[in-house]
């Protein structure tokens, strides 16, 4: 008996004569999460992807907890591969689902047959697998409606496949499918939920973080380093972009008036990130603002800020509750980190009576008193790059 | 040039201890509850080192009990008083500037029904001597006081909680946390007239993950943790043989403390002088405080960019209490001073190792940082 994953890809299925190129991308996808996982191969039939183990040194549960967050996959099981024997499928669905079966009262058997030469039909297995296991484990009982646990027998091409109830996949489509774009990210609790969730919508991204040191510190960018790892548990591998701020954020304060510092940073970290998306073949930006959460996400604020941006900036936030975006960072484990009390780049210098309602004529005004294209170049010059991965 | 000014979160290991460790775990690594020669040998390192601590604070070894720190002595001690003593009455008493471990355990024990009195401070982190008196009733089984102010320097008057015990006709016992002042100034738990003690051994250069707590002969308190003859039953487990050893030869390599407080207040004195001759600086401890800390603010200057801005010159200070970071200091908070003063501190605290040269780095580094970091409002 060998165990393997069984993938269900799940919008790919709708995606006509492109399904090829996206299961592809999913399988390389797969392939470069589990690389240092042990070795797998992939086969794919009948939109069903199997993951096989070459050999015994695979770290079989470390895979399955990587492909539950690939984005992509619909469901997917943990299988036995068996010999397709009747005898074998019966003993092999006792000793492989034991630890499951133990922990329930109540089950139904599901077959699918997709090798017709198999001597038994689909109903046949089911009645067969059912008896067989109520004779083993007596403390069960059949359910039909609502069993707690679906035992599935699936007679494929080379093997018969011996699981239990499908797990949940991550949803969303193959990362760079959509192609590549960048997020914005400060330490806080929204930015690394934005990425998540444009990740699942298969971008691929890459990140740009501004540091001001001395009044940013090395733990806050340690902080961003620990957000990203874990997105790209997701969303694989993430370059990040570092750029150094200080000298921009010192000038904002020495020549702008105090209301409208955010926005103008806000334009400046636009007009930064677009060149380093551009560079990087990136084709929109992602922030995790949110309307009205603070004075600079206001409606008119987000307007000043759209103002300097050619690309779209794609804001997944914006109509979400604070708690919303609690529920989710708590589900792809960023919120314990996002709230590591470290000062980071939005929240030095915050004003104390920000202007919630700013026209572009006033900020445009105010930025007269600044360099911008020389501050702007200087801090696309001094930016410096990490490749950061979980895997 | 590496500077570091943060002794009240830890001190670096002396080579003592880290040679004691070394040898422990080498060459002395038994049990000391096994009846062999292993063992043996090990429950002879144990009762020496016992042995050092004790006499460090002119105790005997029998009043001696090891723990995993400030924090674990700290919980043991007020918890372990009060459930002992809990039919004699529900009142404790004590301050409102006393570090997580005991003001935590505190407010744990108020939720329980006990009844918690914190005396507030003044603007140097002082109790009023009067208060006290007039806080320690008939009722009260608790009086627990830190001896030096983990975040100002503060000298607690320790030896007033069991005058005030005793003029109430109080049964209650007397804690003092010890762990900021063991080391640093003559440290006497019988001449403080206390029945608990704790000290911590990573702040007087010995490894972290020991420390100890006194218990004066003949006062019983419960314990906390269960399954083990240790330590009498009081903190039971295999004892930390390796961290003990390099606790007690710490204790062994302190100098006499009272010589070496000339050194410091001079350092002090010199540091204080220098930063007065800069703008904008206040010194929040008070001038009789123990002068291993001075904690100042840089009025205008945030905490976080001062320390990064020292920290990348490799000059190590902190804004507060390590085991509250990013938060506002309690303990300044409790002593009232303004928003300006509340944004923008600085602990600053020595150790025998500290020299004048690095006190130069220092000020010429907070200099440097006021001039190139931005102020706020």
Not at chain 1, 37 to 53: L, M
Not at chain 2, 2 to 22: G, I, M, R
Not at chain 2, 228 to 253: D, H, L, S, V
């Amino acid at each position: 008996m060998k165990e393997v994953i069984l993938i269900k890809n799940g919008e790919l299925a709708l995606k006509g004569l492109n399904r090829r190129t996206f299961e592809d991308m999913l399988v390389k996808n797969m392939r470069r999460r589990l690389e240092s996982a042990g070795k797998f191969n992939f086969t794919i039939a009948q939109s069903t992807i199997v993951a096989e183990p070459v050999d015994e040194f695979a770290d079989f549960d470390e895979a399955v907890s990587r492909i539950e967050k690939v984005f992509g996959i619909a469901g997917f099981s943990r299988a036995a591969a068996v010999e397709k024997d009747m005898e074998t499928i019966l003993r092999s669905a006792e000793e492989y689902l034991a630890p499951q079966l133990l922990g329930i009262r109540t089950f139904k058997v599901e077959a699918k047959r997709s090798d017709k030469k198999f001597p038994l039909t689909s109903p046949e297995i089911c009645r067969e697998t059912g008896g067989y296991l109520l004779r083993k484990f007596p403390h069960l009982t059949v359910d039909v409606h609502n069993p707690d646990l679906v035992v599935t027998v699936e007679v494929r091409d080379n093997y018969a496949y011996i699981h239990g109830t499908q797990i949940k996949g991550a949803g969303g489509m193959p990362t760079g499918s959509a192609g590549r774009a960048a997020i914005l990210i400060s330490g806080g609790i929204d930015s690394p939920v934005a990425a998540y969730m444009m990740a699942k919508r298969g971008l691929e991204l890459i990140a740009i973080h501004f540091a001001s040191p001395p009044y940013t510190s090395e733990r806050a960018e340690q902080k961003v380093h620990s957000l990203l790892k874990q997105v790209s548990k997701y969303s694989g591998r993430i370059t990040l972009y570092v750029v150094p701020f200080t000298e921009t954020q010192e000038s904002i304060k020495d020549n702008c008036p105090e209301d409208i510092f955010t926005v103008v940073m806000r334009r400046m970290m636009m007009r930064v990130s677009q060149i380093i998306a551009q560079r990087e073949h990136a084709g929109a930006l992602i922030t995790g603002e949110s309307v009205g959460q603070v004075a600079s996400q206001t409606m008119p604020a987000i307007a000043c800020t759209d103002a300097v941006c050619e690309m779209p900036v794609f804001r997944p936030l914006i109509g979400m509750d604070k708690d919303e975006v609690v529920a989710i960072s708590r589900k792809i484990d960023t919120f314990d980190i996002s709230i590591l009390p470290y000062e980071d780049c939005c929240t030095v210098f915050t004003p104390k009576h920000p202007k919630t309602k700013p026209t572009i004529d006033y900020v445009e005004k105010c930025e007269e008193a600044l360099e911008v294209e020389r501050l702007v170049n200087e801090a696309v010059d001094g930016t410096r790059f990490i490749h950061i991965n979980a895997y | 040039m590496e500077a570091y000014f943060d002794n009240s979160a830890t001190t670096a290991p002396c080579c003592e201890a880290v040679k004691a460790v070394s040898d422990a775990m080498t060459n002395c690594w038994g049990n000391p509850s096994s009846l062999h020669r292993s063992g043996n040998a090990a429950k002879e390192l144990l009762d020496s080192s016992r042995e050092s601590i004790a006499k460090c604070l002119s105790v005997s070894p029998e009043e001696i009990f090891f723990t995993s720190g400030g924090t674990e002595s700290n919980n043991l001690a007020v918890m372990g008083a009060a459930y002992q003593m809990r039919r004699m009455g529900r009142r404790i008493v004590s301050t409102a500037v006393e570090h997580s471990s005991i003001d935590e355990t505190l407010d744990k024990l108020a939720e329980e029904g006990f009844e918690v009195i914190k005396l507030k401070v003044d603007n140097y982190g002082r109790i009023n001597e009067r208060e006290l008196y007039s806080a320690v009733n008939s009722n009260t089984i608790l009086i627990t006081m830190m001896l030096v102010n983990n975040e100002v320097g503060t000298i607690m008057p320790v030896q007033a909680a069991k005058r005030a015990a005793m003029a109430a006709r109080s049964p209650a016992l007397i804690h003092c946390d010890a762990v900021q002042a063991f080391g640093k100034m003559p440290v006497k738990p019988v001449s403080l007239g206390v029945d608990l003690m704790t000290v911590s051994s990573h702040k007087i250069h010995g490894p972290k993950g020991v420390g100890a707590l006194y218990i004066r002969k003949g006062v019983k308190i419960k314990p906390r943790t269960f399954g083990g003859e240790q330590e009498k039953k009081i903190r039971p487990g295999t004892e930390a043989m390796p961290a003990i050893a390099g606790f007690a030869a710490a204790a062994r390599a302190l100098p006499d403390p009272q010589r070496e407080l000339e050194h410091i207040r001079m350092l002090r004195d010199y540091m204080v002088e220098k930063l007065t001759e800069l703008d904008e600086i206040v010194i929040n401890s008070p001038p009789d405080g123990l002068p291993y800390v001075t904690n100042i603010s840089v009025l205008g200057i945030k905490s976080e960019p001062m320390l990064n801005f020292l920290s990348e010159r490799g000059i190590c200070v902190s804004s507060g209490s390590a085991c509250s970071k990013g938060k506002k200091s309690h303990v300044l908070m409790q002593m009232g001073l303004d928003r300006r003063r509340l944004d923008s501190p600085l602990r600053i605290s020595f150790s025998r190792y500290t020299t004048i040269q690095e006190v130069d780095a220092l000020i010429q580094g907070i200099a440097e940082g006021k001039k190139v970091i931005r102020a706020v409002k």
